[in-house]
């Protein structure tokens, strides 16, 4: 991604249409309390129509967080981060994610809005479906997918919290800084934000001198 100008104050205009324009934005409590719901159904239904038992569910639940950090990693870096001549790709990555670098302390634009976000989520939720009813796995994937969905949440959360507040507690003090690394200093690195995992594993980790800073 080329240098983005960097505002911490105000936030980008989407769409001329100011209805569409509402509709980028949201609060992280609209968030939670849409998906909250939905994810006490999924494992309710994974209990009583499929018979999975604690021991099942907790299990494929942590799993499902899990895959969300790589989920996550492989988004950030590319899909969000994808660069391209074709000026509708471009407005693409500005609408999801190059306006976010732009405006780093729009805070209404940390979690993706409910209409996409439910589009995404239901589209996510039928692709893993299908592979779980491939491999005669159907009701796993009513325990899996509200851990993903959780993951999901946790991550909106942190990201949030990153852009919003200092850190709580030290030992998170090293999350915030690779986040503001990411934004401030180099955007090639540093995708993970609720997990440093990843960028362990595929190399985009920042270096222990800019960390320190």
């Known amino acids: 991604m080329s240098a983005t100008q960097i505002h911490n104050k105000g936030q980008a205009r989407l769409f001329r249409n100011p209805i569409l324009e509402a509709l980028t934005k949201t609060h992280p409590l609209i968030i939670w309390g849409m998906y909250l719901p939905i994810m006490g159904a999924m494992i309710y239904y994974s209990i009583r129509h499929f018979g999975l038992t604690a021991g099942a569910v907790i299990p494929l639940s942590f799993a499902g967080i899990f895959f969300w950090t790589f989920f996550e990693y492989i988004m950030h870096r590319f899909v969000y981060h994808f660069v391209s001549e074709n000026k509708a790709i471009q407005r693409f990555v500005y609408i999801f994610h190059a306006n976010h670098h732009e405006y780093p302390r729009d ?3 940390l979690f993706l809005p409910p209409v996409p976000s439910i589009l995404i989520a239901s589209v996510l939720f039928f692709c893993m ?31 949030y919290a990153i852009h919003a507040w200092n850190p709580p507690f030290r030992w998170m003090k090293p999350l915030w800084r690779n986040h503001q690394l990411h934004h401030y200093k180099h955007q090639e690195r540093g995708f993970g934000v609720s997990s440093t995992l990843w960028d362990h594993i595929f190399g985009t980790m920042f270096e222990r001198e800019n960390q320190a800073k």
């Open 129 to 159: 479906y299908a592979v779980a009813d491939i491999l005669h796995l159907t009701g796993r994937v009513f325990a899996f997918y509200p851990g993903f969905l959780l993951g999901y949440l946790l991550y909106a959360s942190m990201h």
């Open 107 to 109: 805070t209404e634009r």
